[in-house]
């Protein structure tokens, strides 16, 4: 299979959980494109050029998810707008950043954040069932959790939506069906700001990019359409599960670079 193939096959699995989910796909994408490509004898994409790419599929993934949910009214604006902004700056910093860091340090926050979202999504939680428009949070914790979740999000490429969806619904305790929609657009914000510190440091592949941004137009809209039919138990426990086997493998090559 060739490396082209490779990256749709995994752009298409990506950006239809993104829409499913609530999350930019990055998450499932990373793994993909740094073990897919070796067990199908395709060339190894480096980890700077995969965290560029996921970058890519946060933003078009989450651009039409977050469409189509805000079309089903789950998106909040006001609290896109009071954590997309400090999340897009702090993305930008973390992605000129990730130039100098190691890939076994990359892959380490990678999977760092993986297992604290997974831990999150475990515990049971109570939300208020208000509509998005109504949604009210604590607005200076939502500033910090915005900087510090955006940082490391554009570290790592993947523009932290799946933690942004963690956060809302067990800190600020958005609920989980607005909480979707909503990290869609607080993450758009952020991998904007983290492509462009990606680029400008050379860790994004135009050619693979085109092939990630044309699956996510086919997949992320059938995933929202889905996501909105499905209990938001079940799409929670499904993302918990996609999280931690994340973390798993790339906490293992983390520690396969360390040595």
Not at 15 to 20: A, H, K, V
Not at 26 to 35: Q, R, S
Not at 93 to 101: E, F
Not at 111 to 117: E, R, Y
């Amino acid at each position: 299979m060739s490396t082209d193939a490779v990256v749709a096959l995994s752009g298409l699995v990506a950006s239809f959980l993104s829409g499913l989910l609530g999350i930019g796909g990055g998450i499932v994408l990373t793994p993909l494109l740094l073990y897919l490509p070796g067990l199908a004898g395709a060339g190894v994409i480096p980890v700077k050029i995969v965290t560029g790419l996921t970058v890519v599929q946060a933003i078009s993934g989450s651009a039409i998810g977050a469409w189509r949910h805000h079309g089903y009214g789950n998106v909040s604006r006001r609290v896109v707008m009071l954590m997309g902004p400090p999340a897009a700056v702090a993305s930008l910093i973390g992605a000129v950043a990730s130039r100098d860091a190691s890939d076994a340090v990359l892959l380490v926050i990678f999977a760092a954040f993986s297992f604290l979202t997974a831990l999150f999504l475990l515990i049971p939680v109570r939300t208020a069932d208000v509509p998005a428009v109504d949604v009210v949070v604590r607005r200076p914790l939502a500033i910090v959790l915005a900087v510090v979740v955006g940082f490391f999000g554009g570290m790592v490429g993947i523009g932290a939506i799946a933690f942004i969806l963690a956060a809302l619904v067990y800190v600020l305790r958005v609920p989980t069906r607005a909480a979707i929609g909503t990290s869609l657009g607080v993450g758009m914000f952020g991998a904007i700001a983290a492509l462009i510190g990606k680029a400008a440091t050379s860790q994004v592949e135009p050619p693979l990019a085109v092939i990630v941004v044309l699956t996510a137009l086919v997949a992320s809209p059938i995933g929202a359409w889905v996501s909105v039919r499905t209990p938001t138990a079940t799409l929670l426990r499904i993302l918990a599960v996609v999280v931690i086997l994340a973390g798993i493998r790339i906490l293992l090559s983390a520690l396969a670079e360390a040595r």
